[in-house]
């Protein structure tokens, strides 16, 4: 299998829409909408222009006073961008190439997780559809308040975060031959503060086994 990478600079920021990374035909757009201000979802925006036709991942009802929703798109230009996201207050977009094009991103590997605490946050764990190490588990966070993200738990990257008004964050799982909840810590949270983590497996491209060619030659008389 060819491997996943994540292409141009993934990013996180409080608005209503976001500038995608880099992006060529056939990759992977992951995007977040957040809204960390009640438990009403954003809006997709409707497709037209260089906007694509966004395709839902993740709506789960929002609780504890924020609600967020997961999209994506393969790329089939490499102009797309987010559109405006109605009550969002927070955007997150990752780029991902090398991935199977014709398999639905996430599949029924995906989910949701919503919850209220001082101090903490998580995204679910998923039942994954490989666990070979070949596809991507990416995590994306928001939370209702908090002034920092805390320190990245051991087996997770951190790709983009924005803590001022926005407030989500955008992991990925660095060994992914196993998956698990990605629990967090974060930063002067009030008590009840609510948060959402959804949870999503990117299918890996195959590359067709390589066969040499063997040309027979004589043997010299």
């Not at 977009?93 to 991103?105: A, E, H, N, Q, R």
């Not at 998923?126 to 738990?153: C, E, K, Q, Y």
């Amino acid at each position: 299998m060819a491997g996943i990478t994540v292409s141009g600079t993934p990013t996180c920021v409080a608005a209503t829409s976001v500038t995608l990374p880099t992006h060529a035909v056939g990759d992977c757009i992951l995007i977040f909408a957040f809204n960390n201000a009640a438990a009403t979802l954003p809006t997709v925006p409707t497709a037209g222009g260089t906007v694509p036709a966004w395709v839902t991942q993740e709506n789960s009802a929002g609780a504890n006073t924020c609600a967020g929703i997961l999209c994506s798109f393969i790329a089939t230009a490499t102009n797309h961008t987010s559109g405006t996201w109605t009550n969002a207050t927070g955007m997150a977009t990752i780029v991902l190439s090398g991935v199977d094009s014709t398999v639905t991103p996430g599949g029924t590997a995906k989910a949701q997780s919503t919850g209220s605490g001082t101090n903490t946050a998580n995204a679910p764990s998923i039942t994954m559809v490989t666990t070979t190490g070949d596809n991507f588990v990416v995590h994306f966070v928001g939370h209702r308040n908090l002034s920092a993200w805390g320190t990245t738990p051991g087996g997770y990257t951190l790709r983009a975060s924005e803590a001022t008004t926005g407030r989500s964050a955008i992991y990925t799982k660095d060994v992914r031959t196993t998956d698990g909840t990605l629990t967090l810590s974060v930063t002067n949270a009030n008590s009840g503060s609510g948060f959402i983590g959804k949870s999503i497996e990117i299918v890996c491209d195959e590359i067709p086994a390589y066969t040499p060619t063997i040309t027979s030659t004589s043997s010299p008389q």
